[in-house]
Each structure stands twice: as C-alpha cells, then as structure tokens.
C-alpha cells in the first residue's frame, strides 16, 4: 500500500481544529493511538495569541501524550491511522527509530 507521506506530514502540524474534530488520533513516533481528548499538551502558538498566554491554551499543534512528541495525525486528515501507515511516516520521519 502506498501513501503520500509528505501530504500527510503537513497534517502534524497547526493543526488543533482538525485533531479535535477527529475520533482518534496516532503518533508516528511512537506509534500510540488515543483519542484528541487525551491530548493534554499543545505548542505553536496561533499568531494572533496573547504573549503572555498559556500554549496549551492557544497552541496549534499537538505533542502525543505517550512520548511528548510533536508527532500526531488525526483520523479527520483522511489517512489510515493503522500500524502500516504509522510505521510508513516513522521510517521517512524519524528513520530507523526503534
């Protein structure tokens, strides 16, 4: 099975909305799937935020809440969260990362 991992690489990022309006999420790195609501940390503060805002508040992009990195698809980006597809995105990601 092929996959267009560049297109969906540009889905790990700035991308809170869309997290929470999937059922589950997966991260490429350590290749955990949970639900958006267990995603307790977010970095990449909207441009429009207050500075002095809490991130977590205000940040875009997810970091898994089993490994804290900024790794993490949602199903609403249309791609397989299977192990295939996870392992596919560590390998061209992260490399040979056991």
Do not use: K
Not at 46 to 59: H, K, L, V, Y
């Amino acid at each position: 099975m092929s996959f267009d991992l560049d297109r969906a690489h540009r889905h790990s990022a700035g991308h809170r909305a869309e997290l929470l309006a999937s059922e589950r999420c997966g991260c490429f790195y350590c290749l955990a799937v949970f639900s958006p609501q267990a995603i307790d940390e977010w970095i990449d503060a909207a441009d429009d935020a207050d500075a002095d805002s809490d991130d977590n508040e205000t940040g875009t992009t997810a970091l898994c809440p089993v490994c804290g990195i900024d790794a993490v698809i949602g199903s609403a980006a249309g791609f397989p969260l299977q192990r295939e597809f996870l392992h596919a995105m560590r390998a061209r990601w992260f490399g040979g990362v056991d």
